[in-house]
Structures are given as C-alpha cells and as structure tokens.
C-alpha cells in the first residue's frame, strides 16, 4: 500500500512570508496528524484530525498556523507570518482508528522549512 | 496521563556489539508501545510495536524489544549493530482514550567503525 505523502520536502522563505504544507495519508485512516519537529527534538503535536473534525489543536499556534482537512483526506498546513523559529521539518501521520490496541501511526517523509 | 522516559540521550556503540536503548513508560493500563527510527533528514519508520500479544517483539532490522509490566520498560535490544543503525530512535505510548501518540525525548544512537 502507498504510504504518507508530503510535498514539498523543501521550502526556503523569509520571514514574514506564508507557506503551505500538503499531506495525503494512507487510504483508509481516519486519523491525520501534523507534527513540528525542531532539530535535535522529538516531534511535538501541532494538530490531530479525526475525518475532517478537529481533535486536538491545543499547541498549534492559531494566530500564525492554520490547517485543514477537506473531505476528510487530504490536509494543508498553513503558516502566514513565519518566523525565524518556524524552522524545522513538518511530519504529518496518518493512522487507522480500530478501537483496538493494534492502531499504528505512519509517517510521511516530512517538509524540511528554513526560514531566513 | 501515559508517558514515557528514554534514559539515554546518546549511546555509543562499536560496530558488531549490541545495542541496548531503554524505554520506561507509564500507563494505567496496558499500554500499546512502538519503536520508531529516524535517520537523517528522514521521516519516522516504525521498527516495531507492542500490542499485548507476546512480550518478546521482533522488528525490522533485527532489532527486538521486550516488554516488561514489573519493570514498566520495553527496552529495545539488537545483537550486533551494523554502521546504518546510526539514527535517532523514539520511544512511543499510545493513549487508546485519545487517539495520540506520546513521543519520548529520542535516543541518539552512534555506532562507531
């Protein structure tokens, strides 16, 4: 099966400039998820999507990030301004919600952003 | 809350000697757990997962890790390491209640020629 795609997987802006992120999850998972991860840390959760309904979005930054996903598949992330901190790469995840202990969370490639 | 603890930031190895990363986690109740690695500049591959079914899990790369309730760890283990090892490893709980995945800090792992 075809896995998590993202695109691009580099982006250079400056400061002060917008940017977006495209993600298309495995076929089938319910779950989406967008994951800021900044060099040498571990990814921290910006926002999770259960179909197309919000789960979670406590730690996305909202007067600067915005994301969303149509139809329940695919998702953009958005970040207009960006700043200098914005740097770092951007994981978006999918996973299949069974109910079960056996739901697994697979990664896309991610989207490396500098911003100058 | 669920969470884990990756007890080693950095581990240096020689080529051909086992590995060990350790993982404690907190849950209250049976957990789900997942080993990820991310080599540079690569997204997160899962190496293997834990789902209550046997304690012993074996994963790609020859890598296993064993699940340990009286200990709350599930260390993760490889026999000989090979130079491609060379990664950053997390640690992984799933909270079933909320659909989220909580990362551990990573573990660097190097492996020296």
């Known amino acids: 099966e075809a896995g998590v795609a993202q695109s691009p997987r580099y982006k250079i802006i400056e400061k002060r400039q917008s940017v977006a992120f495209w993600c298309n999850p495995i076929?089938?998972?319910?779950?989406l998820y967008w994951y800021q991860q900044i060099l040498g840390q571990g990814p921290k959760l910006l926002i999770q999507?259960?179909?197309?309904?919000?789960?979670?979005d406590s730690q996305l930054p909202k007067d600067r990030f915005s994301a969303e996903r149509l139809k329940g598949v695919d998702s953009t992330l958005k970040i207009q301004p960006a700043k200098l901190e914005d740097s770092a790469v951007y994981l978006c995840?999918?996973?299949?919600?069974?109910?079960?202990?056996?739901?697994?969370?697979?990664f896309g490639p991610g989207t490396r952003l500098t911003v100058l | 809350a669920q969470s884990v603890t990756q007890l080693d930031s950095h581990v240096s190895v020689s080529e051909g000697t086992p590995v060990l990363l350790r993982c404690n986690y907190s849950?209250?109740?049976?957990?789900?757990l997942f080993w990820y690695v991310q080599h540079p500049n690569k997204g997160l591959q899962l190496l293997l997962k834990?789902?209550?079914?046997?304690?012993l899990v074996k994963g790609i790369n020859g890598f296993e890790a064993e699940f340990k309730k009286s200990e709350t760890s599930f260390h993760l283990t490889k026999p000989s390491a090979h130079m491609s090892d060379a990664a950053e490893y997390f640690c992984?709980?799933?909270?079933?209640?909320?659909?989220?995945?909580?990362f551990g800090t990573g573990t660097r792992l190097k492996v020296l020629a």
């Open positions: 995840a999918s996973s299949l919600i069974s109910g079960t202990n056996t739901d697994t969370q697979y």
């Open positions: 992984v709980v799933y909270d079933s209640g909320t659909y989220k995945y909580i």
């Open positions: 834990y789902t209550s079914a046997a304690t």
């Open positions: 999507f259960q179909n197309n309904g919000v789960v979670d």
């Open positions: 076929s089938g998972h319910a779950t």
């Open positions: 849950s209250s109740y049976s957990p789900s």
